[in-house]
Each structure stands twice: as C-alpha cells, then as structure tokens.
C-alpha cells in the first residue's frame, strides 16, 4: 500500500498562478470563496487529501500521465466552458438504475441535486430515460464476470446524437458494465471533451 501526498508548497506550485485572466477571476471572488480556495492548501483539507494506493493495478500506478499544473488546465485548447448559448447538462439514464422505479428515481434526484452543487450555476435537466436496447450499441458478455457489457465509444455516439442545442454536455449514466474495446476488461466510464459527452457506469 502507497499514499500519495502533496505538500503545501507543491499545491502552491501547481495551483497559484500569475496569468492576468486567472487573478482577475480570483479578485472577483467574495471572501467566503476566497477562503474556500485557501483551504486547499492545508494539511488536512478535503480538497487535495492524501490517495491510498492499494496495488499496483491502482489507475495512478498503471496509467502514469504527465503532470499538469492548474495553467496548463486553463489554458488548454480542448478545455470548453459554458456559454450563454451552452449552459445546461443533461443526464441521459441507459436502463434501470435499481431494482424499483423508485430507487431509480431517487439515484437521479440525488444525481442532479450533486450536479447542480458541484457544477454551480449550470442547469441541469434531465432526458427521458431509454432502455440499453435503444442505443443499438455492441454488446458482449465478459468472460471473467459473466456480466453484461455495452461498447462505450457506440454509447458516446449515442449521446450525441441526442444532445440538446443548448446542452453544454450530455451524460450517460448506467448500470451496466462499460468496455472500450474488445481487448480491455472494463472501463469505469469514457468521454469526448470535443463533443461535450460521457458515459458513466
């Protein structure tokens, strides 16, 4: 077992930034906000707390990827944000999220009401739910769990195909078993950040 944990003075480094467009925003904040943001330099602060790596298979050991400091993130050409025109997310439900109509209803009143905290300021809406049969995506049954898996890449295809014109993003949300390719086991979820869509299992 490892534990990841970043000083204070390495969350300054890859957080702060001099670039006249991020300070600008940060003056703009009221001091509740402000201070919300200070407390990610703590010690103890929920926002950049220690990860436990359990194994080696843990996805920061087994997929390594390149450090990217808080500029790096503002200033990337694929990073989108909402717009006047963009400004809702929708959550599209692919098949029954529980055993009853009831807990699956409550899952995604639950779900939206965490989207709209999170994502503050966006609206969030919700499409009519739709069978796993209405995507008309891949299927296959997984040798090793004997589970139900959908393809997620034909999913994104689907979810964009249905994206509102006002929609920011679209994501689906399942309870199946997602692959990306005939050769992976699984994915948790997938995401095209040029086509505003995901799919979260």
């Not at 400091?69 to 694929?78: H, S």
């Not at 009831?102 to 966006?122: D, I, N, P, R, T």
């Not at 609206?123 to 739709?130: F, H, Q």
Request: charged share 25%; glycine share 6%.
């Amino acid at each position: 077992m490892q534990i990841v944990r970043h000083s204070e003075q390495t969350l300054k480094t890859v957080l702060i930034s001099k670039n006249p467009a991020l300070v600008a925003q940060y003056e703009k904040l009221d001091a509740g906000e402000r201070r919300l943001m200070n407390e990610a330099f703590l010690p103890n602060s929920d926002l950049f707390g220690p990860i436990t790596l359990h194994s080696k298979s843990d996805w920061i050991n087994s997929h390594p990827e390149a450090p990217q400091d808080f500029e790096e993130f503002f200033n990337d050409p694929y990073r989108k944000t909402p717009s006047a025109e963009k400004h809702s997310i929708y959550i599209q439900c692919i098949g029954s999220l529980g055993n009853t109509r009831s807990v699956s209803e409550e899952y995604v009143k639950w779900l939206k009401g965490y989207c709209e905290a999170f994502f503050y300021g966006l609206t969030v809406k919700l499409l009519e739910p739709v069978p796993v049969s209405a995507t008309k995506c891949s299927f296959r049954i997984n040798d090793d769990t004997q589970n139900l898996q959908i393809h997620a890449g034909q999913i994104l295809k689907f979810l964009k195909k249905r994206k509102p014109e006002d929609a920011f993003c679209v994501v689906g949300i399942t309870m199946i078993d997602l692959y990306p390719r005939d050769s992976w086991n699984f994915v948790f979820g997938q995401a095209s950040l040029t086509d505003g869509a995901g799919a979260v299992d």
